[in-house]
């Protein structure tokens, strides 16, 4: 079975940044796609970035150049690196293995001055 771990979040000021993690076991994680979802209170989970087995990134239009994901298959960890956080982006990050129906329980992000 899928377990997802994820860490990283907190409280940080408009224009700070912050660094989230998401440890997978249970999936052969090197041939697995991954992704960041987010969610705010009252809305969807929205998508944030993929990237595919082989590192090939993508971001949601309203992260793009600011976010980056990267993994470490060694570590079977995939990251999100959040830069000039604004607080629009105040919500609950989730990470996925794409393809699985498994949600870890989230880590909380709030961008408040």
């Known amino acids: ?3 997802l771990v994820e ?3 907190g409280l940080v000021q408009p224009g700070g940044s912050l660094r989230l993690s998401c ?3 249970g999936v052969v994680f090197s041939i697995s796609a991954m992704a960041w979802f987010r ?3 009252g809305k969807q989970r929205d998508l944030v ?3 595919s087995s082989r590192g090939s990134p993508n971001y ?3 992260v793009k150049g600011r976010f980056t994901i990267s993994r470490d298959n060694a ?3 995939v990251y999100l690196q959040m830069n000039s956080l ?3 982006d105040t919500a609950v990050y989730y990470c996925k293995v794409l393809g699985t129906p498994n949600w870890g329980q989230g880590t909380q992000v709030t961008v408040s001055s």
């Open 23 to 25: 440890a997978a076991s």
């Open 49 to 51: 970035a993929t990237i």
């Open 60 to 62: 949601a239009d309203s």
């Open 39 to 41: 969610q705010a209170p």
């Open 86 to 88: 604004k607080p629009e």
């Open 75 to 77: 570590k079977n960890t």
């Open 7 to 9: 860490s990283g979040g």
């Open 1 to 3: 079975q899928v377990q």
